[in-house]
């Protein structure tokens, strides 16, 4: 019988931690499924965040290293800098990169570094129970916000993907959500152009990824997808907010 789906060879076959209904899986599967289809696996370096996807380096079956909370982009620089000829990404969470890394990445972004940065947004502290994050919609209810944000108190969520597009140095910076298949499609098309941007040193590239937090946002993982696909995309647009003509 002919194999017409398995799992990608950049993707370790274990068990992840992550809590049922968690979108984390899909984006894995996402950036490794790129990996192969770029033949890339060999000379490809993951940096892992600390977060929900601190394990990222038990999934990934390339070289990956694992660096403090929010400083992920440092040790890519590092990396990339030292070892030019690898293919080196980031996977950091909207805590990890906007808030205590905030500093971080913007830099990076301004220099140019020539790696790739996939960020997911589930609008939520997710691993420290719940808390508000620099992402969370306003209204949105958290174990720090349990009223809801409120822009006179806590101001407006970062909008992360344009706020680093405007930057000379950000070559690609795209918006996708995985909340339903056609959405996953895009998503990994965006991912791969991320990468061959990398691959053309063009400079750098980030990926927004919209995501959803069942746990954290108390909705069943189907309500979960939902509650993105109305609350969070009407305020985070997906697209493509910064291109370069060399990668169509």
């Known amino acids: 019988m002919k194999k017409v789906f398995t799992r990608p060879r950049s993707l370790k076959d274990i068990p992840t931690h992550y809590c049922p209904g968690c979108t984390h899986g899909i984006v894995h599967r996402l950036v490794a499924e790129v990996i192969d289809e770029l033949e890339i696996f060999d000379r490809t ?47 950091q969470g909207d805590g ?17 570094e020539k790696f790739t940065v996939i960020f997911i947004n589930n609008a939520i502290y997710a691993m420290t129970g719940g808390q508000m994050a620099p992402t969370t919609l306003l209204g949105q209810k958290t174990t720090t916000t349990p009223y809801g944000r409120d822009k006179e108190v806590n101001g407006y969520p970062v909008k992360i993907a344009e706020m680093l597009s405007v930057l000379d140095g950000t070559a690609y910076a795209a918006r996708v959500s995985v909340h339903d298949p056609a959405h996953v499609i895009k998503a990994k098309k965006a991912i791969k152009r991320a990468f061959e941007v990398q691959l053309a040193n063009l400079g750098f590239s980030i990926v927004e990824v919209l995501s959803a937090c069942p ?15 109305e609350n969070m995309i009407p305020y985070y647009p997906l697209g493509e907010h910064k291109k370069p003509a060399e990668v169509g």
């Open 215 to 229: 746990t954290n946002w108390g909705l069943p993982p189907a309500e979960a997808l939902k509650w993105l696909a």
């Open 96 to 112: 990890d990169l906007a808030a205590i890394g905030t500093g971080e990445i913007v830099h990076a972004a301004a220099r140019g």
């Open 45 to 91: 370096i993951g940096v892992a965040p600390v977060g929900c996807s601190v394990f990222a380096y038990n999934y990934f079956d390339c070289d990956m290293f694992q660096a403090s909370h929010g400083r992920a982009p440092a040790v890519a620089t590092g990396i990339k800098r030292v070892l030019p000829d690898r293919v080196v990404f980031t996977y």
